[in-house]
């Protein structure tokens, strides 16, 4: 069965990988596409999987149910809720789930709640073959009269002049009395009560399938899934007063606790790079005042110790640059608005790297009109020399600089479809500085500079006689001299820095910085859930009792489903678990990343533990 359905998903257009899984019973399939695949075609490119695997459904064996497809893969549930309760039965437990489910899908901006660790209710019939055999019955004819007596069937209808009614067959099975009191035909025709010749009883699917434990309690988990468009922080608010409107109105000894928080998470990650943001503009801000507006005073002759008295600070040039940056960031984010772009790792770090690079031009348009009002110029003739020489040369820089972005929004793949914000806002920011810079910048030049010209206007007066700018000229003049040494020293740094790069440790997307650490055990093929189970729970346990964990969340038979996008799920097996440690800290979450594996290898040596971090991406 698996190897026709293979066959048939190789001829799907964009096929990459196709990994399977089979065993008694069941058959897993896993189809991704390529990177390069067009994001356009991946909803035909479905379809067409579809259309492919129902048409060759036909030559599979009898009996075969499915296939089934799970196109909800990718469905991310960002907030988990656990719903334990002392003395609760499953039954019960997942009676009151239902309700709360029915409560959170009424909150704005949630797409679906799924319910995970739910156990099934099942009505056993047990009976002795024995027994039965002495009575002149065997368990088939016992099974054949009770799928007869319970059968769903339309009884017709009745046709009066004005009304047509159905008529309804009655006998169903309504309560367990019903089933145990059905009268079961013998073999010499005596009826006997299904209860007086096998058990008949109410339990739970044995074994199960997923079992979900938190904080050594069992519980069912409610992932909730946020709508497409919605927004994470927003839908975080709702979800909180709603869990509180909820666990107010819940029976006594039921506790609703909330496992994973995405919002949170999302909202704490923005913040600390919108704090970053703020950093490095207040620090380009004093940088700007400082370069363009600092002069030493000509002819003082004050102490050392007062080196304040031996400078001034003209804040006109920097504020000129300030005043450019809060603009060019503004329309930057309404150009991202536009064009769909938003406010997230991606292109915050993008914003922190062009702020670097935006204040480039906004500072050469300025110092060059700084340097012809010194020489003479008036304020509108000194900005329009400095817009008809800088203009050009700026913009083929900001060009040349945008280019080696390039290659980031022209990459065909999956990472290259979560870095184009790299590429989009850092070229937008650029252009935007650049149309600021020649047009904004020289009109507010003439509004706020104020620079005496120099005494002497017959003598051009040279700027650049520092005893820096001339130890700098011979330096420029020793290499124009020494050419070819200059051009052999440039490519032997070159080559450093290649074989250099060689010993960086390579890694695109670095660990996430969320607390959280995963942890999978795993048994032998074919180890029963209930031995999984015993061996989870005394795990459990232990990490529960170490130092610094502020909560464990437990899936035994599976992996937890994904509550993080770049997650690597494990799929259900009997032979496997996987917990989620909450730390208190990232120092604590070093710390037991360190110490786990040799804690589970001496502790657990039954199982194969496997610890790791949340990826970035």
């Known amino acids: 069965v698996t190897d026709k359905i293979e066959r048939t998903l190789q001829e799907v257009p964009y096929a990459d990988k196709i990994r399977s899984y089979s065993k008694p019973g069941e058959s897993l399939i896993i189809f991704q596409l390529k990177d390069q695949s067009p994001p356009g075609e991946v909803p035909q490119i479905w379809y067409t999987v579809r259309k492919k695997v129902g048409d060759m459904r036909a030559t599979l064996p009898q009996g075969v149910l499915g296939p089934f497809y799970n196109d909800e893969f990718g469905d991310v549930y960002g907030v988990i809720y656990a719903l334990s309760g002392e003395g609760f039965s499953p039954a019960e437990l997942k009676l009151e789930a239902d309700r709360v489910r029915q409560r959170l899908l009424r909150v704005p901006d949630v797409a ?337 500079l104020r620079v005496k010209p120099h005494a002497d206007k017959n003598v051009e007066h040279e700027l650049f006689d520092s005893p820096f700018y001339v130890r700098f000229r011979r330096t420029v003049n020793w290499c124009v001299a020494h050419r070819w040494l200059t051009i052999g020293a440039t490519v032997l740094t070159f080559a450093l820095g290649i074989v250099g790069m060689g010993k960086v440790q390579q890694q695109f997307f670095p660990d996430s910085s969320r607390p959280e650490i995963l942890m999978d055990i795993w048994f032998p093929e074919g180890t029963a859930f209930s031995a999984n189970e015993e061996v989870t729970r005394q795990v459990e346990k232990r990490l529960m009792a170490e130092a610094g964990v502020t909560s464990v969340s437990t899936w035994v038979g599976s992996g937890v489903p994904r509550f993080y996008l770049p997650l690597d799920q494990v799929f259900p097996q009997s032979n496997v678990s996987q917990f989620i440690v909450m730390p208190k800290d990232l120092p604590t979450r070093e710390s037991l990343r360190k110490a786990l594996p040799a804690l589970m290898a001496q502790e657990f040596p039954e199982v194969r533990a496997r610890i790791k971090l949340l990826p970035n991406g």
């Open 112 to 448: 679906k709640v799924e319910l995970f660790g739910v156990q099934d209710e099942k009505i056993y019939i047990e009976a002795s073959h024995r027994k039965l055999s002495q009575m002149g019955l065997d368990m088939g004819s016992v099974l054949a009269q009770l799928g007869q007596q319970n059968a769903v069937e339309s009884g017709g209808t009745v046709l009066t002049s004005e009304d047509t009614v159905q008529v309804r067959v009655a006998g169903q099975f309504r309560a367990l009395e019903d089933l145990r009191a059905m009268p079961i035909r013998a073999a010499s025709g005596n009826p006997l009560r299904l209860g007086d010749i096998a058990e008949v009883r109410r339990g739970y699917v044995d074994p199960p399938s997923v079992k979900v434990r938190h904080d050594g309690q069992e519980v069912i988990a409610l992932g909730v899934s946020m709508a497409k468009g919605g927004d994470i922080i927003t839908l975080g608010h709702a979800l909180q007063q709603a869990a509180q409107q909820i666990e107010a109105t819940l029976p006594a000894g039921l506790a609703l606790r909330q496992v994973q928080d995405q919002p949170r998470a999302v909202a704490q990650s923005v913040g600390e790079f919108v704090k970053v943001l703020i950093e490095a503009v207040v620090i380009v801000l004093a940088v700007s005042f400082l370069s363009l507006g600092l002069h030493k005073r000509p002819h003082t002759n004050v102490p050392l110790w007062q080196f304040w008295r031996r400078w001034v600070l003209d804040v006109r040039p920097g504020l000129v640059v300030g005043i450019t940056i809060p603009l060019v960031l503004a329309v930057t984010f309404l150009a991202m608005h536009y064009f769909g772009i938003g406010l997230h790792k991606i292109s915050l770090g993008s914003l922190i790297i062009a702020l670097g690079l935006l204040v480039d031009d906004a500072i050469i348009a300025v110092e060059m009109m700084v340097r012809k009002m010194e020489e003479g110029y008036d304020r509108v003739r000194a900005a329009t020399y400095a817009y008809e020489v800088t203009a050009m040369p700026m913009l083929t820089g900001t060009l040349i600089t945008a280019a080696g972005f390039l290659p980031i929004g022209i990459a065909r793949s999956v990472t290259g479809e979560y870095t184009f914000a790299i590429f989009a806002v850092t070229v937008v920011a650029l252009l935007l500085s650049w149309w600021v810079s020649v047009f904004f910048v020289p009109y507010l030049g003439t509004l706020l």
